[in-house]
């Protein structure tokens, strides 16, 4: 037990109980940014999402969760210049597809795309097509 300068007992902790306390929260502190470092590959230092995150994951699944925790999963089908685009094969300017199964349609609006590789984006995506067996989702990346 501690003591002030008059020699009151104090009560607390321990400074081995203080020194373990101590570490577990350094520990803690370095998770968020062990996940920070994996988001931050998805985006150049001015925050853009790139074109060259997504290439090599063409044909990958993804979980697609909604704001409520609701998800599916999707493949990524397609990356393609946009047809208004005067830079092709632009890093900033170009369109995503997914594929996911018809029976689990999920209406236009932000989502969380998670991958291994990634983690988290979210995207604003819209169903594109009917799909007779499969549902295409398009997200529009547009950031000139």
């Given at each position: 037990m501690a003591s002030d300068p008059v020699g009151n007992h104090i009560p607390g902790i321990s400074r081995r109980a203080f020194l373990a306390g101590g570490a577990t929260v350094a520990v803690l502190a370095v998770l968020p940014i062990a996940t920070a470092a994996r988001a931050a590959a998805?985006?150049?230092?001015?925050?853009?999402?790139?074109?060259?995150?997504?290439?090599?994951?063409?044909?990958?699944?993804?979980?697609?969760?909604?704001?409520?925790?609701?998800?599916?999963?999707?493949?990524?089908?397609?990356?393609?210049?946009?047809?208004?685009?005067?830079?092709?094969?632009?890093?900033?300017?170009?369109?995503?597809?997914?594929?996911?199964?018809?029976?689990?349609?999920?209406?236009?609006?932000?989502?969380?795309?998670?991958?291994?590789?990634?983690?988290?984006?979210?995207?604003f995506v819209g169903p594109i097509d009917r799909g007779l067996k499969v549902k295409h989702y398009e997200a529009v990346v547009n950031q000139r």
């Open positions: 998805l985006v150049s230092s001015s925050g853009v999402v790139k074109r060259s995150t997504f290439t090599p994951l063409l044909g990958a699944t993804f979980r697609m969760l909604d704001s409520t925790g609701h998800s599916t999963n999707v493949v990524l089908s397609e990356i393609s210049d946009l047809k208004s685009s005067s830079a092709p094969g632009s890093e900033t300017v170009f369109s995503l597809v997914f594929d996911g199964p018809k029976t689990s349609a999920r209406p236009s609006g932000t989502y969380r795309f998670r991958h291994a590789q990634t983690g988290d984006v979210a995207l």
